[in-house]
């Protein structure tokens, strides 16, 4: 959408153009997001035609095609149109006057939605939001999330001097940078041997807000790869566990132990410690907004909430994790590898590119009675090392601290990696995009307009 918008604003002739964007609407205690879902570009000399008061404005047919099929999905209006400048863009005095005379009615029409407008320079964006009658906002920023994200201001923010624990990362991204990473929300899913690392990195980074969801406690076949575990967190008397119930001891959850460890590295982030599962409605409600997930939890479950996280609500989202292939028979080890996934919205889907398994979707989806009687076979535990894991979660952790922060020009060509010990160089993996897809086309940017596919009956909008 946004090369769509920014070839037909900016096409090399320095004029003006305009176009309309349909947002969803998502609004939690972080604030209010719209979430781009549909692009309407206006034509220049039919759509987009000289003022009468201003110097260029959309037709009232346009207008009116693009506000009824707004209001038809539940989606915002955006006007959008360019102004020839750089880092800084604002609208102008007949901008404003045309948002006064024409917004009320668009807002009756809409019957919900704000109404509001956009002006892009080729640098930076600004909103005028008029969310009723009497009540507007200014846009904080706009985001391009994509192959290369894009944080975009009204003009460059100033930045203030960050804490001096971070200063030898300042260095390499500047202190615009640790504002950013302060004010980000991220999330992960799953808090054992990969999500805890990820944890570990993030918070030493000094993300401002983490999200870390998992059901499960401690056991001590955990411990040597849960960052921060410690053997008191464990049940210190399991040969006695009727003593255990008796004084109330049970192993620590694995998202309690995330919390110390982040605490640890940053007495001031904001920290939710969800013991929960992501395929309940009551968790995913957590996550709508964030601006990054990691996914380190591999049930097709979770694979396929996350995916359809990704793409509803415009998230960038790394799965990773780390795969030992062995001879069930013989034992003789046959692959080993650590992969990194980036699911970038509209462009890269574990479901396009067959990630999600239908048939152990419906194995998940049954009781532990349900599996006995059906005579599901048990999986074998798979092998888990500490430095597999840190493999994967390392490099997911780099691309997102350099696509985040603009630090360098990202490939434009999205690339799914496999590192394995014995290769010097890693196995890249080109996903494939199916225009059709049943997830990521139907789902993209709808945000709440669409049901996450959570489990059973707690489906939530």
């Known amino acids: 959408m946004a090369t769509s918008l920014e070839n037909h604003l900016f096409p090399g002739d320095e004029g003006e153009h305009g176009a309309v964007i349909g947002a969803a609407v998502v609004e939690t205690d972080r604030g209010s997001r719209l979430l781009g879902h549909r692009l309407f570009l206006a034509a220049d000399g039919i759509d987009y035609v000289p003022g009468v008061r201003g110097h260029?404005?959309?037709?009232?047919?346009?207008?009116?095609?693009?506000?009824?099929?707004?209001?038809?999905?539940?989606?915002?209006y955006l006007a959008v149109h360019n102004h020839q400048s750089n880092d800084c863009v604002g609208f102008s005095e007949d901008d404003m006057d045309s948002h006064e005379r024409g917004y009320p009615a668009l807002i009756d029409i809409l019957d919900?939605?704000?109404?509001?407008?956009?002006?892009?320079?080729?640098?930076?964006?600004?909103?005028?939001?008029?969310?009723?009658?009497?009540?507007?906002?200014?846009?904080?920023?706009?985001?391009?999330?994509?192959?290369?994200?894009?944080?975009?201001?009204?003009?460059?923010?100033?930045?203030?001097?960050?804490?001096?624990?971070?200063?030898?990362?300042?260095?390499?991204?500047?202190?615009?940078?640790q504002e950013i990473l302060s004010a980000q929300k991220v999330a992960i899913i799953g808090a054992g041997g990969a999500g805890s690392l990820v944890n570990e990195y993030l918070s030493r980074l000094g993300v401002g807000h983490l999200v870390v969801v998992d059901d499960d406690c401690l056991d001590i076949t955990n411990n040597p790869r849960v960052v921060?575990?410690?053997?008191?967190?464990?049940?210190?008397?399991?040969w006695l566990p009727i003593l255990a119930r008796v004084f109330g001891r049970k192993p620590s959850s694995k998202v309690s132990i995330a919390e110390r460890v982040a605490r640890?590295?940053?007495?001031?982030?904001?920290?939710?410690?969800?013991?929960?599962?992501?395929?309940?409605?009551?968790?995913?409600e957590h996550l709508v907004d964030c601006d990054a997930v990691f996914l380190a939890a591999d049930t097709m479950q979770?694979?396929?909430?996350?995916?359809?996280?990704?793409?509803?609500?415009?998230?960038?989202?790394?799965?990773?994790?780390?795969?030992?292939?062995?001879?069930?028979?013989?034992?003789?080890?046959?692959?080993?590898?650590?992969?990194?996934?980036?699911?970038?919205?509209?462009?890269?889907?574990?479901?396009?590119?067959?990630?999600?398994?239908?048939?152990?979707?419906?194995?998940?989806?049954t009781s532990p009675e349900q599996r006995e009687a059906q005579r599901y076979v048990d999986e074998v535990t798979n092998p888990s090392v500490i430095t597999l894991n840190a493999v994967a979660c390392a490099h997911a952790v780099d691309q997102y601290l350099f696509r985040t922060l603009e630090i360098l020009e990202m490939p434009e060509t999205i690339c799914w990696l496999k590192y394995r010990p014995n290769d010097p160089r890693p196995t890249i993996e080109l996903p494939r995009r199916d225009e059709d897809c049943s997830e990521c086309q139907r789902r993209l940017g709808a945000g709440h307009l669409q049901p996450l596919p959570v489990r059973g009956d707690q489906t939530w909008r």
């Open 264 to 284: 640890e590295a940053n007495p001031s982030i904001q920290f939710e410690a969800i013991d929960g599962n992501v395929v309940e409605g009551e968790v995913v």
């Open 112 to 177: 919900g939605p704000p109404v509001g407008a956009l002006v892009l320079g080729k640098r930076a964006i600004a909103g005028d939001i008029w969310i009723s009658h009497d009540r507007q906002l200014a846009l904080d920023n706009t985001v391009i999330v994509g192959r290369n994200q894009r944080i975009r201001h009204p003009s460059p923010p100033i930045s203030r001097n960050s804490d001096p624990q971070y200063d030898r990362q300042v260095r390499l991204f500047g202190d615009r940078g």
């Open 302 to 365: 979770a694979r396929l909430v996350v995916n359809a996280l990704c793409h509803q609500y415009l998230i960038p989202t790394w799965q990773v994790g780390a795969k030992v292939d062995s001879n069930a028979e013989t034992g003789a080890i046959l692959d080993v590898f650590s992969v990194v996934r980036y699911l970038t919205p509209g462009e890269s889907c574990l479901w396009c590119n067959e990630l999600i398994d239908p048939g152990r979707l419906a194995e998940e989806a």
């Open 56 to 76: 260029r404005m959309l037709t009232a047919e346009f207008v009116r095609r693009c506000a009824l099929a707004c209001a038809d999905e539940g989606l915002a």
């Open 228 to 238: 921060g575990a410690r053997l008191t967190d464990l049940n210190p008397w399991p």
